[in-house]
């Protein structure tokens, strides 16, 4: 056109700069030129990609058109994921089979297997890409979850145990899809009268909820400088500090490299996983009295001293916040007939002994069971083993320079004498540890308000404890009274029919969980007036409820490593929108 037309191009040229530059907006323009003159039809903010609206805005922002600020809000946060995920080709034609609820973003293809075993086996050994389809998962599966580049489960909710692992690992996940129906035994599931079997291959968009029959071409994402310069802008614009739930010295990387300050939550249940490390557990659980229980830990401090050290080290001093076992102990017992004689025949019992613990802990609910604090109040031996691993671990990092202060915190407390007993033990083993390496270190222990009563005694329970971290998962599953592992069965129906706005797992309920957050924070700092508040649920890695967060006054929200730019982002916009507001 420059060269047939000059004229009309140079006219068409100055118009556009013109548009843009009243509009401060990229344009959709339509126009077309008739004998030597040209006219405009059309104009509209253009529609753009994630990464395009980044390199827009940060552009406008050097051509002096926007200031900084208005870059910030210009982006919408959960646009965010699509740079940080694959994402299905846009020109793709996907048949989509079914839809759950969407876990974690991103998008995978591979080949469907139904156990973790077979997803570790053919990643390993071929090299191939695997999808794990199960009815649900649990912590056993966590290997071939690692393995594999996306999950799929039948069951559960934004909260459950597949979702929570794999927003974790970045992996994209859908869960809750009422719609299949998975015969993991047989090997295969049936979405409608489609049946997929083993190796047969199938695309998840963790973003949507859909799953897809076949390969669907992805888009792979990119870092580029401009999310980076935003990402900067962010960072002197926020108050809330942003940390990273991280279970590994690999998340703990990805969460460092994408700008957390501090691990938030350490789930450290994993770390009583492993081929190694499992044989002793069960051993620790099979035990008949205190002295057998505390000569199987004993067996487990090396591993978790070493696990320690190597996530402090890579955290170079940056606060961490490890949580002491929290989940209910069956969850680490062989359940089927089949595993439950291999692991009698490789710890050296009968198998009617593993029969009978499995028996005696099974619970009717045990999300509100035998789990969180109530484990470490029962059995001490446990708190003690993760508090001396912990002690040990920052003493002699200490020794090499590198300086910390382990924050430990108590999951599930709804009394304050919980804590205290709780405490009393930690406080112990730091006396006696601290001692033994002649090591002045600091520590803190503090507690998760994931229980309503927790909220309430606030006031009490802040007299020992000295940070609170917001366990919203479990928080919101205690206020609304909803199983976080099974909201999938109603919440479908609940959303259609708008009896809830929104998943109250995903986004944080202010108005309920909200207030009993808003209750927990005020009463706290009533007794201590700086006390340090976090929130470490699934809610700190989404922005509506990042904004909460922001103006309930919290210090910092903790997400998953693949969530922090995200919630970046998201902690500049608190600060902007609430200064727009008192203006
Ligand atoms: C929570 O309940 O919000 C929490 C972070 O703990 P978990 O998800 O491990 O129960
Ligand atoms: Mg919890």
């Known amino acids: 056109m420059k060269k047939e037309f000059p004229k009309i191009y140079d006219k068409l040229f100055r118009i556009?700069?013109?548009?843009?530059?009243?509009?401060?907006?990229?344009?959709?323009?339509?126009?077309?030129?008739?004998?030597?003159?040209?006219?405009?039809?059309?104009?509209?903010?253009?529609?753009?990609?994630?990464?395009?609206?980044?390199?827009?805005?940060?552009?406008?922002?050097?051509?002096?058109?926007?200031?900084?600020?208005?870059?910030?809000?210009?982006?919408?946060?959960?646009?965010?994921?699509?740079?940080?995920?694959?994402t299905i080709d846009p020109s793709a034609k996907p048949k989509v089979i079914a839809k759950g609820l969407p876990a974690s973003p991103g998008a995978a293809v591979g080949k469907v297997v139904f156990n973790a075993r077979r997803a570790v086996e053919l990643t390993e050994e071929n090299s191939q890409q695997v999808i794990l389809v199960r009815e649900e998962t649990s912590p056993e599966d966590i290997e071939g979850m690692a393995a594999a580049q996306g999950i799929l489960t039948a069951r559960g909710g934004m909260t459950s145990h597949a979702a929570v692992v794999g927003r974790g690992m970045g992996k994209c996940c859908v869960v809750g899809c009422n719609e299949i129906t998975v015969q993991e035994e047989e090997g295969f599931f049936k979405a409608g009268d489609v049946t997929i079997k083993e190796l047969e291959l199938l695309t998840l968009n963790g973003t949507t909820g859909e799953v897809m029959l076949g390969e669907v071409p992805l888009v792979q994402p990119q870092l580029t400088d401009s999310f980076k310069q935003l990402l900067e802008w962010a960072d002197n614009t926020r108050r809330l500090g942003v940390r990273a739930n991280a279970d590994t010295p690999k998340d703990a990387r990805v969460a460092r490299d994408f700008g957390a300050g501090g691990i938030g939550l350490w789930r450290t249940e994993h770390m009583f996983f492993g081929e190694e490390r499992l044989p002793v557990v069960r051993r620790m659980i099979l035990a008949k009295d205190s002295a057998?229980?505390?000569?199987?830990?004993?067996?487990?401090?090396?591993?978790?001293?070493q696990d320690f050290i190597d996530i402090f080290a890579v955290m170079k001093g940056l606060p961490v916040t490890v949580r002491l076992l929290d989940p209910p102990l069956h969850e680490f017992l062989p359940n089927t007939e089949e595993e439950q004689k291999r692991i009698a025949e490789q710890i050296?019992?009968?198998?009617?002994?593993?029969?009978?613990?499995?028996?005696?802990?099974?619970?009717?609910?045990?999300?509100?069971?035998?789990?969180?604090?109530?484990?470490?109040?029962?059995?001490?031996?446990?708190?003690?083993?993760?508090?001396?691993?912990?002690?040990?671990?920052?003493?002699?990092?200490?020794?090499?320079?590198?300086?910390?202060?382990?924050?430990?915190?108590?999951?599930?407390?709804?009394?304050?004498?919980?804590?205290?007993?709780?405490?009393?033990?930690?406080?112990e083993v730091a006396r006696r540890t601290l001692s033994r390496y002649k090591t002045n270190l600091t520590y803190l222990v503090g507690t998760m308000i994931e229980v309503p009563r927790a909220a309430i005694v606030a006031d009490i329970i802040a007299q020992e404890a000295e940070f609170f971290s917001f366990g919203t998962n479990d928080l919101t599953q205690m206020t609304f009274g909803f199983s976080r592992d099974d909201i999938g069965k109603f919440l479908p129906h609940y959303l259609k029919n708008d009896i809830l706005p929104a998943d109250p797992f995903a986004k944080l309920d202010q108005?309920?969980?909200?207030?009993?957050?808003?209750?927990?924070?005020?009463?706290?700092?009533?007794?201590?007036?700086?006390?340090?508040?976090?929130?470490?649920?699934?809610?700190?890695?989404?922005?509506?409820?990042?904004?909460?967060?922001?103006?309930?006054?919290?210090?910092?929200?903790?997400?998953?490593?693949?969530?922090?730019?995200?919630?970046?982002?998201?902690?500049?916009?608190?600060?902007?929108?609430?200064?727009?507001?008192?203006?």
């Not at 058109?65 to 870059?71: D, H, P, T, V």
């Not at 057998?292 to 001293?305: C, G, I, M, V």
């Not at 002699?396 to 709804?414: A, Q, W, Y």
């Open 292 to 305: 057998a229980r505390k000569a199987a830990l004993e067996k487990l401090l090396p591993f978790q001293k």
């Open 348 to 427: 050296g019992i009968e198998v009617q002994q593993i029969r009978e613990t499995v028996n005696s802990l099974h619970e009717i609910n045990p999300m509100l069971g035998h789990r969180g604090c109530r484990l470490g109040i029962t059995y001490p031996e446990i708190n003690e083993m993760q508090a001396q691993a912990i002690f040990e671990a920052a003493c002699e990092l200490s020794r090499d320079g590198v300086k910390m202060v382990p924050e430990i915190m108590i999951p599930l407390v709804g009394h304050p004498n919980e804590f205290r007993v709780a405490k009393q033990t930690i406080d």
């Open 511 to 583: 108005e309920g969980v909200g207030a009993l957050i808003r209750i927990g924070i005020q009463r706290g700092r009533a007794t201590r007036k700086h006390l340090k508040v976090g929130i470490c649920g699934e809610h700190g890695g989404e922005p509506s409820s990042i904004d909460f967060c922001h103006r309930s006054g919290m210090d910092y929200v903790s997400c998953s490593p693949y969530r922090v730019p995200v919630a970046r982002l998201a902690a500049a916009q608190a600060v902007l929108r609430e200064k727009a507001q008192k203006k």
């Open 16 to 86: 556009c700069q013109q548009l843009e530059k009243y509009f401060k907006e990229v344009q959709d323009l339509e126009f077309t030129a008739e004998e030597g003159t040209l006219y405009m039809l059309q104009a509209r903010t253009g529609k753009r990609t994630a990464r395009a609206a980044v390199a827009f805005a940060t552009d406008f922002v050097k051509e002096g058109l926007i200031s900084k600020e208005q870059a910030l809000l210009r982006i919408d946060p959960a646009q965010i994921d699509q740079l940080l995920h694959p």
